[in-house]
């Protein structure tokens, strides 16, 4: 009985380890709200990186730069009256995203969307560097049901989040640091 169990447990704990595929799909634009009253002329330095690793099991339906723009868009779209610069060192406000994570995978009988971003936000408004790291990680499991529905519906849901409270962070930095001047 003890053998059985093990061979079982083995199975299962084998099964999970390994993902079927990995499916990646392009984010859905957004509208999110514009901060108008917020980093008015500002430089803002904005950098972007996917630092993902991938499975060599994956379908891609988006590329590690469409991924990219479409985040970069978000931003600028959030922030309209900021004023985006090439040079991190003429700006006054640093933005460093890296996304970690944007895959959904089989597990278990169950799509897994999944988002992580690591954030490195630096405020030099006031002529000293205030740095500020936080990391975002977001996921989202179904059983599978609708097939690549649920995959797609999982990662969308994800990333949704993972954007809610990355700007949600951006705004409390950029109103704390607004507050003082």
Excluded at 73 to 79: G, V
Excluded at 113 to 119: D, L, Q, R
């Amino acid at each position: 009985m003890n053998k059985l169990l093990l061979l079982l447990l083995a199975v299962f704990f084998t099964a999970s380890s390994y993902s079927q595929k990995m499916y990646i799909w392009c984010p859905e634009e957004m509208e999110p709200v514009e901060q108008t009253g917020r980093l008015n002329g500002t430089k803002v330095y904005l950098n972007i990186e996917d630092v993902r690793l991938l499975s060599k099991k994956r379908k891609e339906k988006c590329s590690s730069e469409e991924l990219v723009e479409s985040l970069e868009q978000l931003i600028a779209i959030s922030y309209p009256n900021a004023e985006y610069t090439q040079s991190k060192e003429n700006s006054e406000i640093t933005i460093q995203i890296q996304i970690t994570a944007y895959y959904s995978e089989f597990h278990t009988a169950a799509w897994k969307g999944k988002t992580e971003m690591n954030v490195v936000f630096t405020d030099n408004r006031n002529g000293e560097d205030i740095n500020t790291q936080f990391e975002i990680s977001k996921s989202k499991a179904n059983a599978n049901f609708g097939g690549m529905k649920t995959a797609k519906n999982n990662l969308r849901k994800s990333y949704n989040k993972a954007v809610i409270e990355l700007l949600a962070n951006l705004n409390k930095l950029t109103l704390r640091q607004t507050i003082k001047n």
